[in-house]
Nanobody, 122 residues
């Protein structure tokens, strides 16, 4: 079974920085995309940033210029560097991946991490 394990959340003051990490484990043939979503209380889960196997990335407008997504293919790990954090960035951040587990798998599978809390104080 594939697992996504996140780390790096915490409490930070506005203007500060945090770096989230998401490591994958298990049998993986090919990772199609890895990314980060977040969900604030009372709001829907939203895409923050995503990177494809071809190193194409996209970001939510609200984080462009402040957040950077990076991946380490050798470690099957994705990072989210968050700078100039704002109180409105407070949310639970979830790692997400679309993975083809085997060469024979008919369709890719979707996986989620358990979530890590990011709290930005004003």
């Amino acid at each position: 079974q594939v697992q996504l394990v996140e780390s790096g959340g915490g409490l930070v003051q506005a203007g500060g920085s945090l770096r989230l990490s998401c490591a994958t484990s298990g049998s993986i043939f090919y990772t199609i995309t890895m990314g980060w979503y977040r969900q604030a209380p009372g709001k829907q889960r939203e895409l923050v940033a995503r990177v494809t196997s071809g190193d194409s990335s996209n970001y939510a407008d609200s984080v462009k210029g402040r957040f950077t997504i990076e991946k380490n293919n050798a470690k099957n790990t994705v990072y989210l560097q968050m700078n100039n954090l704002k109180p409105e960035d407070t949310a639970v951040y979830y790692c997400h991946a679309i993975i083809r587990r085997t060469a024979c798998a008919p369709t890719p599978s979707e996986y989620w991490g358990q979530g890590t809390q990011v709290t930005v104080s004003s």
